[in-house]
């Protein structure tokens, strides 16, 4: 049972990545699935975008609303996270995670309570 995160890399600011979260051992449909990201020096990750298990409806931390769009391919098993117009402030390691909920809001960013798993992370580093 595991997610595993790609697709991050350096990128120039204003520019786009698009990360993929694939989970195995498990459905997708039992559980709601975030992007989160742990910012340099940091302790805490910051919950970013969620989708839900129930009807795939989309939740976004204000920081990201607009820029980044979090969708899901159950064919694959397969969570996306197309990120636009990224900032040097976007910089971290952003991992995706599946939770049972409920989803809340702290301090701006997304809380998803009763995480079942979390993936390794992907680094995403954008040069300004």
């Known amino acids: 049972v595991q997610l595993v995160e790609s697709g991050g890399g350096l990128v120039q600011s204003g520019g786009s990545l698009t990360l993929s979260c694939a989970a195995s051992?498990?459905?997708?449909?039992?559980?709601?699935i975030g992007w989160f990201r742990q910012a340099p020096g940091k302790e805490g990750r910051e919950g970013l975008a969620?989708?839900?298990?129930?009807?795939?409806?989309?939740t976004y931390a204000d920081s990201v609303k607009g820029r980044f769009t979090i969708s899901s391919d159950t064919s694959k098993n397969t969570i996306y996270l197309k990120m636009n117009n990224l900032k040097a402030e976007d910089t971290g390691v952003y991992y995706c995670?599946?939770?049972?909920?409920?989803?809340?809001?702290?301090?701006?960013?997304?809380?998803?309570?009763?995480?079942?798993?979390w993936g390794r992370g992907t680094q995403v580093t954008v040069s300004s």
């Open positions: 995670a599946a939770g049972r909920g409920p989803i809340t809001v702290a301090d701006r960013w997304l809380i998803l309570e009763d995480i079942y798993r």
């Open positions: 969620i989708i839900t298990s129930s009807d795939g409806s989309t």
């Open positions: 051992g498990f459905s997708f449909d039992d559980f709601h």
